[in-house]
């Protein structure tokens, strides 16, 4: 049964306008926790240095911490996919506000440790309640182009918290983290005013229970986690998210490799961290280019159940090379030793036209991260697709955990990879970074053997969808003997 707190009271649900205000509300605060995510790697020198500790202990509570909201996430949305939503994404705002603001006040390292990792935990909620409620927003013919805007977010607020610790924190590291604790107070009060999105009401096969004035009644519970993990695409999406990210957890330390080519030029340590955080952000902005596999995943996926799959598979893959050839490539700085940022980003945007070798740079970049990004709207839709309504939420969160193990072992790792190889800095930083590109191949062959069981799982779960909407019709319950 539904619980009352979770039913939607009518007198906080609106019409569209309120509607959209909640899609913008939960795009955009998607957005903000990744911000916090993003915030600490531009700053491992800084950090470091203040705490007394090496660049890469500063690392390890960065993907201890992933690890942390990854393990976190799944009791956040298993107790999500039970009861009041809103409350719980309130909740997990205002633990991360706080541990951003104690990273700020903090003078140890064990300090940091801890209020990162008490920041962890409240982010852990956000990303799987939040992909539950987003889920039920969305019909699934549309899946592939709102889930872009879903993860282009998250991508835009993790390249906006590099941006931000890297240019904010450039002369005090503690200002980015004084600065995201004010807006997570703001975001929880946002939260206040969205509505409670109902589960299941997307879903074309219940949508005579809902006009009839019923509901969605079911729940899951303990014994359904056997089943959520025998379904094979479940697999996959779950095998995929941890070999991928050791790869995309590598990512954290493209503004190092930047800033190191920047220092090997003669540029003084402020202005070499802006400048590896200005280029780093710039180049990953093909990401916006998601929205576009998105639109290819939902149009495929009208063609054959196999289309979401074969999008994500393809894009992984092509993207290797591209990445190979970019961590390589040489950059010519052009900005005055001790600029500020927004010189510095205007002579990265002259250099695409006047320096051939950052031209080249970004037109390599550009396509790097267009085909990389194809993954991440058309797994996002893939869960929803394959799982039906009070499942999604712990689904993806088992997803993001083995995403989190994945990324933290990417972190970890590749910062030990760069002391282990015998190179002088960048080059050490670019040989470490490429080697790991390699775990993207395995990756698209998992959402190849998706796409292959797929089409069964989609068809079982609208065969089970349609046999709920008949036994929680109004009129078969009226009908029904006592």
Known sequence: MTSLADRPRAGLRGGRAHRFYTVVVFILLASLDNVAIGLVPPLFKPIGQALDVPEAAVGFVTAVSYLTSAVAAVGWAYVGDRANRKFLLMTGTLIWAVGAAGTAYIDTFVGFLSAQMLAALGLGAVGSVGFSVVSDLIAPRRRGLVMSFWGLSQGIGTLAGGFIGGVLGANNWR??????????????????????????????????????????????????????????????????????????????????????????????????????????????LGGALSIIGGIVGDRLQRRTPRGRALVASVGMIAAVPFYMILFFLPVQFHAPDGAGAGTIIKSALNSIVTDPTVAVSFAVALPALALMSANSPNWFALIADVNVPEHRGTVYSLVNLANGVGRSAGTGLVGLAFRLLSMPPPLNYAVGLALFQTFFLPTGIMFYLASRSCPRDIADVHATLNERATADSPADRAHAPP
């Open 175 to 284: 200002e980015p983290f004084l600065v995201l604790a004010v807006v997570g107070v703001v975001a929880t009060v946002l939260y206040l005013f969205t509505t409670n999105i109902r589960r299941g009401e997307s879903e074309p096969e219940l949508a005579s229970v809902f006009a009839a004035g019923g509901d969605y009644e079911h729940r899951i519970s303990r014994a359904d986690l056997p089943h959520i993990l025998r379904r094979r695409t479940n697999i996959y999406l779950i095998l995929q998210g941890l070999i991928a990210q050791v790869a995309l957890g590598s990512f954290v330390w493209l503004p190092r490799l930047l800033q190191a080519r920047a220092e090997a030029q003669g540029y003084g340590e402020a202005t070499s961290t802006a400048i590896g955080t200005v280029y780093a952000t710039l180049y990953q």
